[in-house]
């Protein structure tokens, strides 16, 4: 022994100090994956799989500067699939359905009492996964999604996309990747880069990228932790945005709404046997700001909104 030594207590603390800084680095420079969690960073499944998911979701009133406040519920349903093609090829399919009602009180700031109401959503998704060694996989696939309040016109309410990521992994407990998305959304067209993370800290603690939670859309980074064999606590955030089209015959005559902000939260999970899961998350919405744009895209106000607390549950079941 030397004077060099260091002790296993410096060591821990070396390591938890070093997990926290790339947690904070990565959640701050790189935006959500839009597209939904990288689901399974192993080797394709000799077998189909089916899932299912449920949640409701309300984001509490919140003050919108110029004056009023805006609070909104959501609910959805999705229904997904995974089978083999051949040993190197897989198939992933998800449908989603998507409600968000917002309630604007007492709020003249966009010049209009009630810019929008109900916005539903219909989603439909593919991705094909290739193997190509044991360490890398490609995923690559097609989106398409409805995006209207009620009594939008359909043809104007579509949005196209798709996503490619390429996957390393290191080994069991370390799997990288990277990717872009790239959606054209009602008269613009985004890029959205995409970072897949899976990291076996310990056996019961995890880094990765969340699931789906409702109202809070996709987790960009999840810092998770097994502290029982059916439970789970976990935190996270992400980047959202939520863009749609507008009543024809409402105030603004097919006009476009969005939605932006930084939600960040903590969940618990129970596990209900062997198929279901339980997510009861709570959180905020931080740096809000809603957007309203003619039916050409063009801006007719933005405004910002203070914190808002969430409270979320997710029902999830796999087969």
Do not use: C
């Not at 593919?126 to 996989?137: A, D, E, G, I, V």
């Not at 969940?267 to 339980?278: P, Y």
């Not at 009861?280 to 809000?288: E, I, P, V």
Request: charged share 20%.
């Amino acid at each position: 022994m030397n004077g060099l030594t260091t002790s296993p207590g410096v060591k821990d603390g070396r390591i938890i100090k070093k997990v926290g800084w790339l947690f904070l680095i990565i959640f701050l420079l790189i935006p959500a994956n839009l597209f939904g969690q990288e689901s399974s960073l192993s080797r394709i499944s000799d077998k189909a799989r089916v899932s299912a998911s449920a949640s409701s979701a309300h984001q509490f009133k919140s003050n919108i500067d110029g004056g009023g406040g805006v609070s909104i519920t959501h609910y959805g349903v999705g229904v997904g699939g995974a089978m083999p093609l051949t040993d190197r090829l897989g198939l992933r399919t998800h449908l989603s359905y998507d409600r968000e009602e917002y309630n604007f009180s007492d709020s003249n700031a966009f010049l209009i009492t009630d810019p929008w109401s109900q916005v539903d959503r219909i989603g439909l998704s593919m991705r094909l996964r290739y193997t190509l060694t044991h360490k890398w996989n490609i995923n690559a696939g097609p989106v398409v999604q409805y995006a209207g309040e009620t009594g939008a016109q359909l043809d104007d309410s579509l949005m196209y996309g798709g996503i490619i990521t390429a996957v390393y992994r290191i080994n069991t407990e370390f799997s990288i990747g990277f990717g872009a998305g790239v959606f054209s959304r009602f008269h613009e067209t985004k890029i959205f880069p995409s970072l897949i993370v899976y990291w076996e800290i310990t056996d019961r603690l995890r880094l990765g990228n969340g699931s789906t939670l409702g109202l809070l859309g996709p987790a960009s980074l999840e810092l998770s932790y097994k502290f029982a064999d059916h439970w789970e606590a976990a935190i996270g955030g992400g980047y959202r945005s939520s863009r749609f089209r507008l009543d024809q015959n409402g105030p603004t005559r097919g006009g476009i709404g969005e939605n932006r902000s930084w939600p960040v939260y903590a969940r618990i999970t129970g596990k209900l046997g062997s198929v279901i899961h339980i997510d009861l998350y709570g959180g905020a919405d931080f740096s809000g700001e809603m957007k309203l744009q003619d039916a050409n895209g063009n801006d007719i106000r933005s405004l910002d909104y203070n914190t808002a607390p969430i409270l979320g549950l997710n029902l999830r079941a796999s087969i």
